[in-house]
């Protein structure tokens, strides 16, 4: 994975390991990788690149809201992207990983006030979880040691518009946009008979649904979080004002 070389190399091999097992296999290493104490600095590892972005979950959740804030009141910090550039050159220690949708008008870097190397992005039309956006998140918690998880969903969902059409007006979409829409059908049938806007609560049910299913659809995560060594949370971004609202 990308320049990550503030954390020691047989970190790394134990993960490659572990996503290259079998089911069985990866269960016995996830356990071995996580009882190591991959989320507790060793002795041969490096100064992290970013010594504030060192924090505990709830910190973490913390710092991510208060950039929100800023942002929202459009009092955002002066990052010195050059200096970012030299701290990050050997590696990376993002204090949290953001799962969210493509929307161009949505960019987690922007929306949290953050500078380069504070957050680990992940994303998808319809912010749902992908073998591969999993495997991306297990890799910034178990070797990147990030203690915060956030999906966020945001309103207007061209992506869960598209499920809902599907499910209510039998539409199909040309290429692999039609796999995507499909994705995201379970989370509209959750809410087809629940008052108020259907694509407002869909976009809702499906942050939630992702959230729990990050939980319990993977063994590093759902140990790093009854070790309370990981936090996972959900959120939508409002279009209108940028304000993420926690859910």
């Given amino acids: 994975m990308c320049n990550s070389e503030n954390h020691s190399h047989p970190t790394r091999r134990k993960f490659f390991q572990l996503t290259g097992a079998s089911v069985v296999g990866a269960a016995v290493l996830s356990s071995q990788l996580l009882s190591t104490n991959v989320h507790a600095a060793s002795k041969d590892d490096k100064a992290p690149p970013k010594p504030q972005n060192v924090l505990t979950p709830k910190e973490a959740l913390d710092h991510l809201m208060q950039g929100n804030a800023r942002y ?14 030299d701290a990050l050159t050997a590696g990376q220690n993002p204090y949290a990983a953001v799962l969210s949708c493509s929307d ?11 500078a380069r190397g504070d957050i680990f992005a992940v994303r998808v039309a319809g ?9 991306s998140l297990e890799y910034a918690v178990a070797v990147l040691k990030t203690p ?16 809902v059409k599907m499910q209510k007006d039998k539409a199909s979409y040309p290429g692999k946009i039609q796999e995507i829409a499909r994705s995201l059908t379970p989370s509209v049938q959750k809410v ?13 049910q499906n942050v939630i649904d992702t959230v729990d299913k990050l ?8 140990e790093a979080v009854s070790s309370r060594k990981l936090m ?5 971004y409002e279009l209108a004002t940028g304000k993420v609202k926690l859910i």
Avoid at 127 to 135: I, K, P, Q, R
Wanted: proline content about 1%; aromatic content about 6%; some cysteine.
């Fill in 72 to 85: 929202v009141d459009g009092v955002a910090r002066r990052h010195d992207f050059r200096h970012d550039r």
């Fill in 104 to 114: 161009s008008r949505i960019a987690p870097e922007y929306a949290f006030d953050s």
């Fill in 127 to 135: 912010n749902f979880v992908s073998n591969e956006g999993l495997g």
């Fill in 148 to 163: 915060l998880v956030m999906v966020l969903g945001h309103d207007g969902c061209g992506a869960v518009s598209a499920a």
């Fill in 192 to 204: 087809l008979a629940e008052k108020g806007d259907l694509l407002d609560n869909a976009i809702r």
């Fill in 215 to 222: 939980k319990n659809s993977s063994l590093i995560l759902s």
């Fill in 232 to 236: 996972i949370v959900g959120g939508i």
